[in-house]
C-alpha cells in the first residue's frame, strides 16, 4: 500500500467537528507519509429536522434538547468553546443559530467535484462558530461559495434543484450502516475507526500504527524472514 485513504464524517454545526478537523490538521502535518494521504468528507446532519430559516440560538436549543437550565446549557458551552482555543479555533456561540445543514452539503458535495471540499468545510465552519451565520439561508449559501472559490452558475443551479440530494443522503445511509452515531468519525483505509475530537497526538499515533502495519519494513541483510522454510 502506497496511499492512505481517510473518510470524514462530520457536520459543520458540530462544534466537535471543526474542533476534530483541526486536531486531524496537526496530526497530519506531523505525519511522515501526509503526502500519501487523501481525505474524503461524507455528510451527517446532527438534526436533520432543524427548521429553516434558523430559529432561536444554541443555548435554547441545548435547554430544550437535554431539559437544561439556560445557565446550565450556557456552562456546557463554554467548556466546548474553552476546548477549542486549544486548538487555535475562537467559537463565538452567542452569535450561533441552529441551522439546516443539508444544502450546505450539498455545495461540499459540488466543492469536492471541484477539488475544494476541505476549504468548504473550513469556510461553513468558520463562518458558523466564529461569525453567526445562518447556513440554511441561500443568499449567505451563495455569499460563502463565492469565498469557497464555487463558480456561481453552478452554486445557483445545485440551490435551484435537488442536485446533490442523493449524495448527502448516501452519505448518511453508510453512517448509519457503519454504526456512526456520533461524530467527527475519521475511517482510515475503510477499516480502522476513530471516533470524536479525539486529539492531534492520539490521531498522529493511529496513522502511523496503521501505517507500519499495513506497509512492513522489509527485511534487512542478516534478518531472518523465513517462514515455513519460505522467505
Not at 1 to 7: A, E, G, L, S, Y
Not at 97 to 107: C, E, G, I, V
Not at 136 to 156: F, P, Q, Y
Not at 204 to 213: F, P, S
Request: proline letters at 3%; a negative charge; one cysteine or more.
Amino acid at each position: 500500500m502506497n496511499k492512505m485513504r481517510v473518510d470524514i464524517w462530520s457536520d459543520v454545526v458540530c462544534p466537535f467537528c471543526y474542533i476534530g478537523k483541526r486536531q486531524f490538521e496537526i496530526a497530519l502535518d506531523q505525519f511522515e507519509h501526509k503526502d500519501k494521504v487523501e481525505v474524503t468528507w461524507h455528510s451527517f446532519q446532527l438534526d436533520p429536522n432543524t427548521p429553516k430559516p434558523a430559529v432561536g440560538n444554541i443555548y435554547d436549543m441545548l435547554s430544550k434538547k437535554y431539559s437544561l437550565t439556560l445557565e446550565k446549557a450556557k456552562e456546557m458551552t463554554q467548556g466546548v468553546i474553552d476546548m477549542a482555543a486549544l486548538v487555535g479555533l475562537y467559537y463565538d456561540m452567542d452569535k450561533a443559530k441552529p441551522s439546516n445543514t443539508f444544502d450546505a452539503h450539498r455545495l461540499i458535495h459540488l466543492a469536492a467535484k471541484n477539488g475544494l471540499a476541505d476549504k468548504a468545510e473550513e469556510t461553513f465552519f468558520s463562518a458558523y462558530f466564529t461569525k453567526g451565520a445562518d447556513i440554511s439561508d441561500e443568499e449567505t449559501l451563495k455569499n460563502l461559495s463565492a469565498e469557497i472559490g464555487l463558480n456561481a452558475a453552478e452554486v445557483d443551479a445545485v440551490l435551484a434543484s435537488d442536485e446533490f440530494a442523493d449524495a448527502v443522503r448516501m452519505d448518511q445511509y453508510k453512517a448509519q450502516q457503519m454504526g456512526i452515531k456520533g461524530v467527527p468519525f475519521f475511517v482510515v483505509n475503510q477499516q480502522y475507526g476513530i471516533s470524536g475530537a479525539q486529539g492531534g497526538q492520539v490521531i498522529l499515533k493511529a496513522l502511523q500504527g496503521i501505517w507500519a502495519e499495513q506497509n512492513p519494513a522489509p527485511a534487512t541483510d542478516g534478518e531472518s524472514c523465513e517462514v515455513d522454510g519460505e522467505c
